[in-house]
């Protein structure tokens, strides 16, 4: 097991600082749970920022994981590009929530688990009902069926050109 890398937020914004890491997938528990296969892994990127009296995380985060296609439960490869914006408040702002979806606020902790809040976001950003575009479910399971399936399907293909 190794250390999962913990920042003091506060003086991470406060003096700009960056934190570049990549993370596979299967050390993720809660996202593992949703995937169709462990493979893969996520690049991140933490930058600290400072802007008008406030005190900001940036994060990025690329990379590539397999979720299960709710019409025909075959692995379905999704890409994760996001980037988002942190603000950093202290227990009594966290209270007042003015609901802005601009902006999302996690606590100023001095010890932030850096892996937790790169799962969070990853969990915030997956589609609710993951699936095949339109057409591609029959490819997707037939790839991976018998010899006889692809045999089929080379003729539903002959059949259409
Ligand atoms: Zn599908």
Redesign the pocket.
Known sequence: MFARPLIDSTEFALNGRTLNGEIAVKELPRLAELLARLDGSIRYTVRGMQTDGMLFLLMDLSGTCHLC?Q????D?THSVDISSRLQLLEGEDLTQDDDSDEVDGIEASKELDVLGLVEEELLLSLPFAP??DEG??DL??KSFGKADDRFGMLAQLKNKF
């Open positions: 296609c019409r025909c439960l075959e379905l699936r095949h591609l479910c997707a399971s």
